[in-house]
Structure formats: structure tokens, C-alpha cells
T-cell receptor, first 115, second 114 residues
Framework: EAQVTQNPRYLITVTGKKLTVTCSQN?????MSWYRQDPGLGLRQIYY???????DKGDVPEGYKVSRKEKRNFPLILESPSPNQTSLYFC??????????????FGPGTRLTVL | TQLLEQSPQFLSIQEGENLTVYCNSS?????LQWYRQEPGEGPVLLVT?????EVKKLKRLTFQFGDARKDSSLHITAAQPGDTGLYLC??????????????FGKGTKLSVKP
């Protein structure tokens, strides 16, 4: 089944403890992206990757790191999490970066709480 | 910073009613997408509009892209409880022409009561 998977789905952690949220897609997609969703603020793009080894900042990259060493995986790294990073995180992928009608497929989400 | 303003923020209607959701910006977008998100799940793409003035229909849903490519609307005819969810518009800025930096509106939360 074609899908985007994220792990973990739920995570409660403490301030300053490094964590990684994994994202993997099995559709051979070039483009992958991370978003956070907060009440009243909607979905905001954190980082995106047009291809392997190519990443770029979205609208809210502060406090996050990403890497794209292989096509299928795009982990999100929080080196020193803070409470303001408590949020619902979504990973997404699409076949190509750009072009009309390019469907973006979203993962199921990771709910992160930083105490 | 480019923004997409969605209205209304919340909408509660009875089954069978019609409704329209708006997505507006002062910026030009190369394409605009509409997603629907249900609780506990990620957004799912409904449609992409690309050409100014374009109208697309998906069963009871009609999507329109403004002539100037700055706004879009979603019209639902004879709403059903299954239409309940969060509707999001998302635009690809004109300068890039790609989904590299996709901008989302804050969403319209629709509730259709039987």
C-alpha cells in the first residue's frame, strides 16, 4: 500500500532532550516536507526537500533540523526541544517538486508534547 | 510573507444546505489546492486549480480559481454529514512555480448536522 509513515505517533518529552521523528514514504517520491499544525495558526511548513541531499527552509524552521540522505526517508530532528514546539507534526511527499496537479500525500501525524 | 486568508473559520449547517468557503490573498499563486482533513488524520488532496478562472467540479463540490490567481472558492451543494471536516486551501507562490514552499490557509471547520 502506498503510504507515508511517521514514528512515533505520540511523544511526550522534556525540554532539552534531543528527539527525532522519522518519516518514510514507499512511493519513490522526489519531494518531501514537514509541517506543524497548531490551533489558530493552521499548517505551517518547517522544511522541505526537493530531492536527495537537497533541503530548504520553510516558514518556521527555527529549532528544527532535517536530513535527506536517501529518497524514502526524511527525519525531523529537534536538537533541544522547547515547550513552544508542542504541536501536531505532519510529513508529506509528492512525486515531483512542483507542477500543477502534483498530489501531496500526508502521513498520519505525530503529536508531540514538550514539558 | 505571503498569506492565504480563509473564511469563514467555522461553519455549522444542516444537511441539504449549500455553502461556500473562500480563500483570499494579495499575492499571486501559480496553483492552488484544496484539502480536507478529518480528526486524527493528515490532509487529503481534493483538487488542484492552475489556470486563472478555472472551475473544477468533484461531485457536489465546485472549485474556482480567481481570474487574477489570488483567490479561490469551494462551493458544496446539498451538504451531507460526510462532508464534515477541516477544509484547507494551499497555494504555490508564483515566483517558484513549485510546491517547494507551499502556503496553507488556517482552514475552515465545517460541521454538517443531520
Amino acid at each position: 500500500e502506498a503510504q507515508v509513515t511517521q514514528n512515533p505517533r505520540y511523544l511526550i518529552t522534556v525540554t532539552g532532550k534531543k528527539l527525532t521523528v522519522t518519516c518514510s514514504q514507499n512511493m519513490n517520491h522526489e519531494y518531501m516536507s514537514w509541517y506543524r499544525q497548531d490551533p489558530g495558526l493552521g499548517l505551517r511548513q518547517i522544511y522541505y526537500s526537493m530531492n536527495v541531499e537537497v533541503t530548504d527552509k520553510g516558514d518556521v524552521p527555527e529549532g528544527y533540523k532535517v536530513s535527506r540522505k536517501e529518497k524514502r526517508n526524511f527525519p525531523l530532528i529537534l536538537e533541544s526541544p522547547s515547550p513552544n514546539q508542542t504541536s501536531l507534526y505532519f510529513c508529506a511527499s509528492s512525486l515531483l517538486a512542483g507542477g500543477p496537479g502534483d498530489t501531496q500525500y500526508f502521513g498520519p501525524g505525530t503529536r508531540l508534547t514538550v514539558l | 510573507t505571503q498569506l492565504l486568508e480563509q473564511s469563514p473559520q467555522f461553519l455549522s449547517i444542516q444537511e441539504g444546505e449549500n455553502l461556500t468557503v473562500y480563500c483570499n490573498s494579495s499575492s499571486v499563486f501559480s496553483s492552488l489546492q484544496w484539502y480536507r482533513q478529518e480528526p486524527g488524520e493528515g490532509p487529503v488532496l481534493l483538487v488542484t486549480v492552475v489556470t486563472g478562472g478555472e472551475v473544477k467540479k468533484l461531485k457536489r463540490l465546485t472549485f474556482q480559481f480567481g481570474d487574477a490567481r489570488k483567490d479561490s472558492s469551494l462551493h458544496i451543494t446539498a451538504a451531507q454529514p460526510g462532508d464534515t471536516g477541516l477544509y484547507l486551501c494551499a497555494g504555490a507562490p508564483w515566483y517558484g512555480g513549485s510546491q517547494g514552499n507551499l502556503i496553507f490557509g488556517k482552514g475552515t471547520k465545517l460541521s454538517v448536522k443531520p
